[in-house]
């Protein structure tokens, strides 16, 4: 009897101690769960597992608790989880691109990014020279690629090819250095006579040197060969004055922009049209292009800059200015430099879609007291992957700006004399000379007239001397 009572007593004994071990762990686990909870978000929030990674068995169990409680999960919390994942990674992902970019930018803006300041700060006005030969104001111009020769256009509907090689060494108001003039003809010769007969407002040049591309009041745009100025091609189809030409860098695609508010693609070589965009709401006032397949305008009083993407047939548009964009240059393929009517002077990049930074009233302000208005910005410029960036208006002064580390913002450096309107700037390839195209009028109209001022090119050596170091060098030439 006491071993059937030993038999039944020990079972018991045995039940009891399981429940209590089982109950034990349902208690932790009830006092530990919230807290699992509450650190589940945090958890993922920290961590990101790599496939890569090796994981003992221990890990694999609080893996599989971790699953576990993940179903005690609310769809809402879930959903919240997820989302901060997400967002999360979206945040290192910018971050990321934000570093590389930043990093390109330096690679691109150390050519000239720490002599700059030095090779402007030594420029003397009695260095600046002038080269005369158009009979009304100037509206474009274009450097050719080596540097040896300038291409200008103006209202008298002429274009003038003249060599820099023999302008730097000569005395100012020069006429002889002309290679070339294709002269203007009257309205109502279009059929008889080869070349413009109403006002250029646009001239570009392809990066080998070989095509030449004007556009007009007339709708029309002209393809020259750049060696001998002699006529190729005339380009039909805009419905509106042509307003901005750019060749894209390493080909002969040409894009336009017209008053009639489209862009159309051109393949010089082929001597056809290829599409025509659209998008903006007013009329383009200006047009430039890299090397990618894209181009960048300005939209007039529409107040938009676009993004043209042409292989993907879509566009970025990008507000910021408060009057009529007029001009607009590209800096690099990440950066654009543009000017309006209101007189500012803005900083773009083509991952935002507003500017960088703006200067108002750039040129300084006109006018009666109490009713002074800005200067109009008429022209922009830009050194090519550098950091230094011009502007003009009609205050009889060119004004050269620094962008700032980052190009986050815009730095005054100095003011260059030269009066008139300032309705073109080009700098050099190398870097060596700024040429502005004036006038006594607006390229696009006749609201002001300064009598004072000399329709023509103004050539602007930039040194890369300082001025002590160019004294010592002329005493060591004079003997002294």
Request: aromatic letters at 6%.
């Amino acid at each position: 009897m006491s071993s059937f009572f030993i038999k039944k007593k020990g079972p018991p004994k045995v039940f009891k101690k399981s429940e209590n071990s089982a109950g034990s762990k349902r208690k932790n686990d009830g006092d530990t769960g919230n807290k699992l909870k509450k650190k589940l978000n945090s958890k993922h929030n920290e961590e990101i597992s790599s496939d890569s990674e090796t994981e003992g068995p221990a890990v694999h169990r609080k893996r599989r608790a971790n699953v576990e409680e993940e179903f005690d999960e609310t769809p809402q919390e879930k959903k919240l989880r997820l989302a901060k994942l997400y967002l999360d990674q979206l945040r290192d992902e910018e971050e990321k691109k934000a570093e590389e970019e930043s990093f390109e930018t330096d690679l691109i803006a150390g050519r000239l990014q720490e002599e700059v300041v030095s090779v402007l700060a030594t420029i003397y006005t009695s260095e600046i020279r002038l080269l005369r030969g158009h009979k009304l104001p100037v509206t474009c111009l274009v450097i050719s690629p080596d540097d040896k020769h300038i291409f200008s256009a103006a209202k008298d509907c002429s274009i003038i090819k003249c060599e820099l090689c023999k302008i730097i060494p000569m005395l100012p108001e020069m006429q002889q250095s002309k290679l070339h003039t294709i002269a203007g003809g009257r309205k109502g010769t279009e059929d008889r006579h080869v070349g413009h007969t109403a006002h250029v407002l646009c001239i570009s040049i392809s990066s080998d040197g070989k095509y030449l591309a004007t556009g007009d009041m007339n709708k029309l745009i002209m393809i020259w060969e750049a060696a001998t100025c002699k006529h190729l091609y005339k380009f039909t189809g805009h419905r509106g004055p042509v307003s901005g030409l750019s060749f894209r860098r390493g080909t002969h695609d040409l894009y336009s922009a017209s008053h009639d508010r489209s862009i159309k693609v051109w393949n010089v070589d082929e001597n056809a049209y290829v599409e025509t965009l659209f998008g903006h709401q007013d009329v383009i006032t200006g047009l430039d292009s890299g090397s990618r397949e894209r181009c960048v305008t300005a939209g007039g009083r529409d107040r938009t800059v676009r993004v043209w993407k042409i292989a993907e047939e879509s566009q970025l548009v990008f507000h910021g200015h408060e009057g009529s964009i007029d001009c607009i240059q590209l800096i690099n393929e990440e950066h654009m430099i543009t000017g309006a009517d209101d007189g500012s002077v803005s900083l773009w990049s083509v991952n935002k879609k507003k500017p960088l930074s703006t200067v108002k009233a750039a040129h300084g302000r006109h006018g009666d007291s109490g009713l002074e208005q800005p200067y109009w910005v008429a022209a922009v410029a830009a050194l090519q992957n550098s950091d230094t960036v011009a502007s003009g208006s009609h205050n009889s002064k060119v004004q050269l700006w620094k962008c700032g580390q980052g190009f986050r913002h815009l730095e005054p450096l100095f003011t260059i004399p030269v009066p008139g309107f300032v309705n073109s700037l080009k700098f050099s390839s190398s870097g060596k000379f700024l040429v502005a195209g004036v006038g006594q009028e607006h390229r696009l109209g006749r609201w002001w007239r300064l009598k004072e001022a000399k329709n023509g090119l103004y050539i602007i050596p930039l040194k890369r001397q300082q001025p002590e170091q160019e004294g010592v060098q002329n005493g060591e030439e004079n003997g002294v």
